[in-house]
């Protein structure tokens, strides 16, 4: 069995992530790190786990810690790198869910984050865990930097068209839509009910995080500089990334020439499906699942694919991918403990 921390256990993500271990066949959970519920059984905090798992929270405890196999770092953005190397010392394996291990150049995320990064070293030896992309570095990895959820939603939806040089490097234009669980467990007035039922809103146009992470690995899949337009949305709804992008082509296509590019593209990927041609994704298929859904229409007046991507950002957005992560990582079947249908409803 494998032995599991989980430091961060009581914000959406790692409680979303205990759930999913709970039931993984493999893993045993030995350690669940929580301040502010020090004392407290997650059953107590999550009403949901009574008769399921009565363990209790505690502060972080290095030594208790140790004797796991690997511990998720579900921490805010700048904690986790003050942890890290500490468990990277005491000989763990650390799949981090925040924002500070997922850069190849410090001085982007200093751009970004607008701070220093206080262990440039393990950030250079971090790899960045989009497991469709990076599953051989992934394996024998020390620590692994899990995506953002807009991240991986329109990296997976783009990457076919970047990597096989049909596409226009200039003008990618990324529309994308969260629900209100992508800002966290939070008190803040901007995520209670009022304010967000029945209501859209942008935020953080062309300055928002991620947009870094999606240039770093289209880059990558491109062999160029790549440079979006990104727009995020807080949507009505609890879960769920809907990301639309355009793409100009060099030449013209058809859409069942760019669906058939992305279904051989993604041939080998349980967790990614393609729809057919006039078939579009809705978050209510992929809520509460490790799935990604995208559609492609080309199209033909503008020459310009439009992609639809869609995840669950609590899921394959985060605690899902981790343990898709952790299954690579210990040599099991990917799929292990993730294999479940979406809720739907």
């Given amino acids: 069995m494998i032995k599991v921390a989980v430091l961060g256990a ?3 993500a790692g409680i979303e992530l205990v759930r999913i271990l709970s039931n993984h066949p493999d893993v045993s959970i030995e350690f669940l790190g929580s301040h502010s519920f020090d004392g407290q059984k997650i059953s107590e905090v999550y009403k949901n786990f009574v008769h399921i798992l009565d363990k209790e929270c505690k502060e972080l405890d290095l030594d208790e810690v140790a004797k796991c196999d690997v511990a998720f770092t579900a921490l805010p953005h700048g904690a986790s790198k003050t942890v890290i190397p500490q468990l990277i010392e005491k000989g763990l394996k650390v799949i981090d869910l925040s924002g ?3 850069y190849d150049d410090i001085s982007v995320y200093e751009k970004w984050y607008g701070e220093e990064h206080s262990s440039p070293e393990l950030l250079e030896e971090s790899v960045y865990g989009l497991c469709e992309l ?8 020390r620590l692994i930097g899990n ?8 990296i997976l939806g783009a990457a076919p068209l970047l990597a096989s040089g049909l596409a226009e490097s200039k003008n990618i234009i990324v529309d994308a839509k969260s629900g209100v669980t ?7 007035l901007a995520y209670s009910f009022c304010e967000c039922t029945e209501n859209t809103k942008a935020y953080k146009i062309a300055t928002h995080r991620h947009t870094s992470e999606i240039e770093q690995e289209l880059s990558k899949l491109a062999g160029e500089e790549i440079m979006i ?3 995020p949305h807080l ?4 879960r769920g990334i809907f990301s639309t992008i355009y793409i100009n082509l060099k030449e013209k296509h058809t859409t069942e020439e760019i669906v058939n590019l992305y279904k051989e593209y993604y041939k080998n990927e349980y967790f990614v499906r393609v729809k057919d041609k006039g078939d579009l994704p809705e978050t209510k298929f992929v809520a509460g699942s490790n799935f990604v859904d995208i559609g492609v229409v080309v199209d033909e007046r503008l020459n310009r694919a439009v992609v639809v991507s869609t995840i669950d950002n609590l899921f394959k957005g985060a605690a899902g991918q981790a343990v898709q ?6 040599g099991l079947d990917e799929t292990t403990g993730l294999k479940n249908a979406g809720f739907y409803l």
Avoid: E, V, W
Wanted: with cysteine; proline share 5%.
């Fill in 10 to 12: 009581t914000g959406y």
């Fill in 100 to 102: 500070d291990f997922r």
């Fill in 134 to 141: 990076h599953r051989d570095k992934i394996k024998n990895a």
């Fill in 147 to 154: 995506p953002g959820c807009y991240t991986t939603c329109s």
């Fill in 182 to 188: 992508g800002a966290g467990r939070s008190t803040n």
């Fill in 229 to 231: 337009s990104f727009t």
């Fill in 235 to 238: 949507i009505p709804q609890k």
């Fill in 325 to 330: 992560n952790m299954n690579i990582l210990f």
